[in-house]
């Protein structure tokens, strides 16, 4: 069992978890209050789950397709073809995205159509990106992090069929549909950096079998310079959000986005100019990942601010 969990990656899993379970508990039930539909819990364990096994049949089918490259990169952490057999793999992997797919019918039913055919959309992007974009530059990073962003959408927009939610919408709903896009565009950007960060430090093994992601095509220092832009952005946004928060006196809120998110991503541009080595860069894109879960994490603010 221990294989396998590490196979479908169980800490990511648990943080998928998470950041559903933050933004339905601590954004969308406190902004509604004592307006939440009969069955909204039921629906809702059911698209985590949904999210979750589609999630982990795309980090199985991942591993599958990279275990040449992983036995250069990461040959201690190789599973598949050593613990678990490749053909038992394939087979995992079609059975829990059946069961996502599953979940996500029970959940929305036929009038969630658009969100069944999207978590399909899903598994099948999944699938394309191990096969063939991820030895791309760019393409395979803009799928991973609109996946990521899709877990916080996804929870908004099973809130309302597909035509209310743009629609003559209330305030309480644009004031969801702004959280969802805040915490969706920070799970966007810090994925676009972190997967370009992971791009340079699986050079090596990438190299070997032909890939063309963005370090080998552009060269390690425009990807420096690509990353450093998207950190940019992502801190400008971070800032122009806090002057805006400032205003309701959310000082602690403040001041943990300041300390455990802004002075972070500083020193992650500052330590990416220096980076020169796997270790330095495997080390940024652990903070990155850590910068991520703090970010995810400030939804426990607006349980008590809303």
């Keep these: 069992m221990t294989p396998f969990l590490k196979l479908i990656r169980w800490p990511n899993l648990v943080f998928i978890i998470l950041t559903q379970a933050l933004f339905e508990y601590c954004i969308y ?92 959309v899903s598994a099948i992007l999944l699938w394309l990106y191990s096969a063939r974009f991820k030895k791309d530059a760019i393409i395979g990073n803009v799928i991973v992090s609109l996946l990521t962003a899709w877990t916080i959408m996804l929870i908004f927009l099973s809130k309302y069929s597909l035509w209310n939610a743009f629609n003559n919408a209330d305030a309480n709903q644009v004031r969801l549909f702004r959280f969802a896009i805040l915490y969706a565009g920070f799970a966007f950007i810090i994925s676009l950096v972190r997967e370009a960060i992971k791009d340079i430090e699986d050079m090596p093994g990438d190299h070997k079998f032909g890939c063309k992601t963005m370090p080998i095509v552009w060269g390690i220092n425009a990807t420096k310079i690509y990353i450093a832009v998207w950190l940019t952005i992502l801190i400008a946004i971070l800032v122009i959000v806090q002057l805006y928060v400032l205003q309701f006196r959310w000082w602690a809120a403040v001041a943990y986005c300041v300390v455990l998110i802004v002075a972070p991503l500083f020193y992650i541009i500052r330590k990416l100019i220096q980076a020169n080595s796997t270790q330095e860069y495997h080390h940024l894109s652990s903070m990155t990942k850590r910068i991520m879960l703090t970010g995810i994490l400030s939804m426990l603010f607006f349980y008590f601010y809303l």
């Design 29 to 120: 039930q406190p902004i509604y209050k004592g307006n939440i539909p009969d069955g909204n819990t039921i629906r809702f364990a059911l698209l985590v789950a949904a999210s979750v096994f589609i999630a982990a049949a795309g980090y199985i089918i991942n591993d599958y397709f990279d275990i040449n490259i992983d036995l250069v990169n990461k040959p201690d952490k190789t599973i598949l073809g050593k613990v678990i057999n490749r053909r038992w793999a394939l087979l995992w992997h079609l059975l829990l995205n059946l069961a996502g797919i599953v979940c996500t019918i029970l959940a929305v039913r036929t009038a969630g159509w658009y969100l069944i055919l999207a978590n399909v």
